[in-house]
Nanobody
Framework: QVHVAESGGGSVQAGGSLRLSCVVS????????MGWFRQAPGKEREGVAA???????TYADSVKGRFTISQDNAKNTLDLQMKSLKPEDTAMYYC????????????????????????WGQGTQVTVSS
């Protein structure tokens, strides 16, 4: 059984940094998309950053240059380093993985097609104050 667990959220001031970590247990990575998503109160969930395939990454325009996603296949972990945080980054952040066998996906699909993601964590809250 696959289990996704996020950690590392918290409260920081604008300009600060946080590192989110995600462990996906019971999962064998086979090149499918894995990513971080976020949802702010009253807004739809959106893609933040994703591993499209082995080593290939994609980011939402709003976080490019500030966030970095990284993956350790041996440990089944997915991290998100966040720098220069802004109040608009405040949200619940979720880690997710695509069910193996879905097939190849484009970078746009990895960030935008959440229906392909079968495994989700409970989320970790990030709050950025001005």
């Amino acid at each position: 059984q696959v289990h996704v667990a996020e950690s590392g959220g918290g409260s920081v001031q604008a300009g600060g940094s946080l590192r989110l970590s995600c462990v996906v247990s019971g999962y064998t990575y086979g090149g499918s998309c894995m990513g971080w998503f976020r949802q702010a109160p009253g807004k739809e969930r959106e893609g933040v950053a994703a591993i499209v395939s082995y080593g290939t990454t994609t980011y939402a325009d709003s976080v490019k240059g500030r966030f970095t996603i990284s993956q350790d296949n041996a440990k089944n972990t997915l991290d998100l380093q966040m720098k220069s945080l802004k109040p608009e980054d405040t949200a619940m952040y979720y880690c997710a993985a695509v069910v193996p066998g879905v097939g190849s996906m484009t970078a746009i699909q990895c960030l935008g097609d959440m229906t392909k993601y079968g495994y989700w964590g409970q989320g970790t809250q990030v709050t950025v104050s001005s």
